[in-house]
T-cell receptor, first 113, second 111 residues
Framework: SQTIHQWPATLVQPVGSPLSLECTVE??????LYWYRQAAGRGLQLLFY??????ISSEVPQNLSASRPQDRQFILSSKKLLLSDSGFYLC????????????FGPGTRLTVL | GQQVMQIPQYQHVQEGEDFTTYCNSS?????IQWYKQRPGGHPVFLIQ?????EVKKQKRLTFQFGEAKKNSSLHITATQTTDVGTYFC???????????FGEGTQLTVNP
């Protein structure tokens, strides 16, 4: 069966520090991968999606970037965090083009102080 | 671009009361999906509707897809405290390639 992992689960970082969040998927190959951000009590904001290795599409211009160095690994990064980067970061995957159903990881709760 | 709107944004009910959330799209959808996010948790897929006018049931939950495939609803009969959470709809427009999520309806149930 397929599983999706995210780490760390929680993170407290100072403003201006770098960020690296990791997401890995097991039990499937060539998944579509997504990064979402959720502010407290709000909806899901799509940040990046990827249909394959090194194929990243950005939905919202900001100081975040994403990379997919391996088929089942998706990384969200920042060189300098802003206060507004605080939120709940969710990684999700779906199986190619045959389905629209997305499966979410447990998320990383980021607080920027 | 495609917009998916959900109402209400918040709903507070007494345990045992019914609850309905509505989802409306600005464009015709290929399918509609519903997800549930428990407090502190991540969204979990509940169901997908594909056909015009489709109705599906999961125990006390009833999901409907409109005839024009532009709206959908989720109805919970006799809510329980375990129903607490945020319910999201998500749809892909017929000519599109990506899923668009609604803003969600946050349900609280008072025991």
């Amino acid at each position: 069966s397929q599983t999706i992992h995210q780490w760390p689960a929680t993170l407290v970082q100072p403003v201006g520090s770098p960020l690296s969040l990791e997401c890995t998927v097991e039990g499937t190959s060539n998944p579509n991968l997504y990064w979402y951000r959720q502010a407290a009590g709000r909806g899901l904001q799509l940040l990046f999606y990827s249909i394959g290795i090194d194929q990243i599409s950005s939905e919202v211009p900001q100081n975040l970037s994403a990379s997919r160095p391996q088929d089942r690994q998706f990384i969200l990064s920042s060189k300098k965090l802003l206060l507004s980067d605080s939120g709940f970061y969710l990684c999700a995957w779906k199986s190619g083009r045959r389905t629209d159903t997305q499966y979410f990881g447990p998320g990383t709760r980021l607080t920027v102080l | 671009g495609q917009q998916v709107m959900q109402i209400p944004q918040y709903q507070h009910v007494q345990e045992g009361e019914d609850f309905t959330t509505y989802c409306n799209s600005s464009t015709t959808l290929s399918n509609i999906q519903w997800y549930k996010q428990r407090p502190g948790g991540h969204p979990v897929f509940l169901i997908q509707l594909v056909k015009s006018g489709e109705v599906k049931k999961q125990k006390r939950l009833t999901f409907q897809f409109g005839e024009a495939k532009k709206n959908s609803s989720l109805h919970i009969t006799a809510t329980q405290t375990t129903d607490v959470g945020t319910y999201f709809c998500a749809g892909r427009e017929t000519s599109g390639s990506r899923l668009t999520f609604g803003e969600g309806t946050q349900l609280t149930v008072n025991p």
